[in-house]
Nanobody
Framework: QLQLVESGGGLVQSGGSLRLSCAAS????????IGWFRQAPGKEREGVSC??????????HWVDSVKGRFTISRDNAKNTVYLQMNSLKPEDTAIYYC?????????????????WGQGTQVTVSS
């Protein structure tokens, strides 16, 4: 059974760091694009970052404000994608979801993704 499980969220002060994990089971994660999305209260879900599948070892960030602060990576042995978040700001507060797209190329639209994790709450206090 295909499953994505996020972990690593929590409450952190502004300027702090968190590392989110997206552990996959039931499929080989490195064949597919894995995206990180977030949704803050009252706001639409937005694409944050994505790691390409198909043997590419590269990620991308869609939100300008996270560039230079967030790093996306993949551990094939653990079948897990990580989102390292540094210098966190209150505006990063949201539920963070990982999702898999049944293609190797990343896409910014959340509706292009086929399976989702349950989400993990990230709260950054000022």
């Amino acid at each position: 059974q295909l499953q994505l499980v996020e972990s690593g969220g929590g409450l952190v002060q502004s300027g702090g760091s968190l590392r989110l994990s997206c552990a996959a089971s039931g499929f080989t994660l490195n064949n597919y694009a894995i995206g990180w999305f977030r949704q803050a209260p009252g706001k639409e879900r937005e694409g944050v970052s994505c790691f390409f599948g198909g043997g590419l070892d590269v990620g991308t960030h869609w939100v300008d404000s996270v560039k230079g602060r967030f790093t996306i990576s993949r551990d094939n042995a653990k079948n897990t994608v990580y989102l390292q978040m540094n210098s966190l700001k209150p505006e990063d507060t949201a539920i963070y979801y990982c999702a898999v797209r049944a293609k190797s190329a990343c896409h910014r639209s959340w509706d292009e993704y086929d399976y989702w994790g349950q989400g993990t709450q990230v709260t950054v206090s000022s």
